[in-house]
């Protein structure tokens, strides 16, 4: 028996890396899932993006645990698409029990030519797109009745600005990072009293696309302040967004029922250094 | 199934009874072995019955009845020779250490100009004090096991803020944090991880009592009931409950010790209905 038999979590960011890690685990616990992602490039990102394959693998995958899933294809910045996104997914597999707002950019080392809307971007897809996820969500969960458990994606740069090189996209990312936890401890306070518990994760680097890629790579290697972003505690360099997964698990599992309002670093330490 | 401890062999204080004996129990359940520890007395400045040989007796009872060895001592975490005494010898039976629960912890209350001397004292000696030399005892240990392993030190909401009349408690469990960070750092290198846990009220011995009860209903004083206190409990959390139970600590633990959690290191965990947050 799954720790989460019977529930449907919506997901974003769910085509590939830490988004599809999650819809795999809860999957293979038992829950259902409504798995958004953009599948395209955004302009201030030179890594190579998701795509629609990524997105039908995610997919193959759930499916192939014989679970359901409802995949589509949606900007987290359009509110309007994604209040139709979670409708039609909540149509075909019905209430929503656990929200992951996942999707997210990581503009460093990219091209910057305009400073402004480098900023712009990673703060409305990283943040405000964080504020749509739960928004098309949270008021459907509060009628139900029946409480629920959300969890942000925030990042060690969610609690500190280390190794910041004053680029738009570094300070972007770190102001959007720390404003989900004000998202997380306001939604916290919001939704408790309906058993509505929401937390955030910090992982440090992951295994995953958004970090091994050339881009993100050569701004490490060339760049010493970022050096600093990726130093952690433990003699590990980079963890498994499996590892990111378990703590969501448990986060949004009966194992963690009293658990609420909490910043839980996945970060091999880099946060207690 | 495997359980998420198979093999693994875990140090436990205070663990007659309360969320030490949950503890013990629920890594029992998960296949580790135990050394358990108590002081299984009572200390003056306490206001409610501490834990007693029976109690100890119970918990082993309980892990034995799971199939699952466990060396059970009478010890006060104050006594570094006696500690480090049962923690040698249970190494010595059970084969080794992974994983350290410093649990053991009282409760006395009193107006910050009214505190004791004796009151103080114990508190830290107790609830600091023994932290630390239940850390040092285990450290040597955890050092010589090629897989690392880990350590949680049991704090509380009170080890993140301030709550009235219990300044001597608020500075031992903000000390055990201190405790945490610096373990962190040092034990990182040695694939030791070390976290702290932040419970809310949790429903044992050590909050039931007429004198905590007496706290959130002054009007009452110690003739307030569980009853009468337990909407007070409930205004300190964020969601509806006026405490948890000891088993959601104990599931808290089982992630932090477990390889789910294998790079969780540094980290103050609450487990607090969103008493913090509020």
Request: with cysteine; hydrophobic share 45%; charged share 20%.
């Amino acid at each position: 028996m799954g720790k989460l038999e019977g529930k449907v979590a919506f997901i974003t960011g769910a085509a590939r890396g830490q988004g599809r890690s999650h819809a795999l685990r809860l999957a293979q616990e038992g829950a259902d899932i409504i798995a958004v992602d953009l599948c395209e490039q955004v302009g201030t990102i030179d890594y190579p993006m998701s795509t629609q394959e990524d997105l039908d693998e995610t997919v193959r995958q759930v499916e192939a645990l014989d679970r359901r899933i409802h995949a589509v294809k949606v900007d987290v910045r359009d509110q309007a698409a994604m209040k139709a996104a979670y409708a039609a997914g909540v149509a075909e597999l019905g209430p929503v029990d656990i929200v992951l707002g996942n999707a997210g950019i990581a503009p460093l080392g990219s091209a910057e030519p305009d400073p402004e809307r480098t900023f712009d971007e990673v703060v409305a897809i990283n943040l405000k797109g964080v504020w749509n996820t739960v928004w098309v969500a949270a008021q459907d969960m509060i009628d139900r009745g029946q409480g629920g458990a959300i969890v942000l994606t925030s990042s060690t740069q969610g609690l500190t600005g280390r190794g910041s090189d004053g680029s738009a996209a570094a300070i972007g990312y770190a102001a959007a990072k720390h404003g989900v936890v004000g998202l997380m401890r306001s939604f916290a306070n919001w939704l408790g009293p309906y058993g509505i518990r929401v937390n955030t994760v910090h992982p440090t680097g992951v295994h995953t696309p958004m970090v091994e890629n050339e881009v993100i790579g050569r701004y490490v290697e060339e760049n010493a302040d970022a050096a600093a972003m990726v130093a952690n505690l433990m003699p590990i360099d980079l963890i498994d967004a499996v590892d990111i997964s378990n703590a969501v698990l448990y986060l949004v599992s009966d194992d963690g029922r009293y658990v609420s309002g909490v910043t839980l670093p996945v970060d091999a330490g880099f946060t207690a250094r | 199934m495997t359980g998420l401890l198979e093999g693994k062999v875990a140090f436990i204080t205070g663990a007659a009874r309360g969320q030490g004996r949950s503890h013990a129990v629920r890594m029992a359940e998960e296949g580790a072995d135990v050394i358990a520890v108590d002081l299984c007395a009572q200390i003056g400045t306490v206001p409610y019955g501490m834990a007693t040989p029976e109690d100890l007796a119970e918990t082993v009872r309980q892990v034995e009845a799971l199939d699952r060895r466990i060396v059970a001592s009478t010890v006060d975490v104050r006594d570094s020779a006696g500690l480090q005494s049962a923690l040698d010898d249970g190494v010595a039976q059970l084969g080794g250490l992974d994983v350290v629960s410093a649990n053991a912890g009282v409760f006395s209350t009193a107006r910050f100009e009214d505190l004791t001397d004796d009151q103080w004292d114990d508190m830290i000696g107790v609830n600091l004090t023994g932290v630390f030399r239940t850390a040092r005892a285990a450290v040597p240990h955890l050092k010589a096991n090629p897989d690392g392993g880990a350590m949680v030190l049991t704090s509380s909401t009170a080890g993140v803020k301030g709550i009235p009349n219990a300044a001597h408690y608020v500075a031992a469990k903000h000390g055990v944090v201190g405790l945490m960070k610096t373990l962190a750092n040092e034990l990182a290198p040695h694939r030791i991880r070390v976290n702290s846990l932040h419970p809310t009220t949790v429903d044992t011995d050590m909050i039931q009592n007429p004198a905590m009860y007496g706290l959130f209903r002054p009007d009452l004083g110690t003739s307030a009931t569980r009853e009468d206190a337990e909407a007070g409990f409930r205004t300190t959390n964020k969601l509806d409950v006026p405490w948890v139970e000891s088993i959601d600590i104990s599931n808290a633990l089982v992630w932090l010790c477990s390889d789910l959690a294998r790079y969780v290191t540094g980290v103050q965990l609450p487990v607090d209905a969103g008493n913090l947050v509020k």
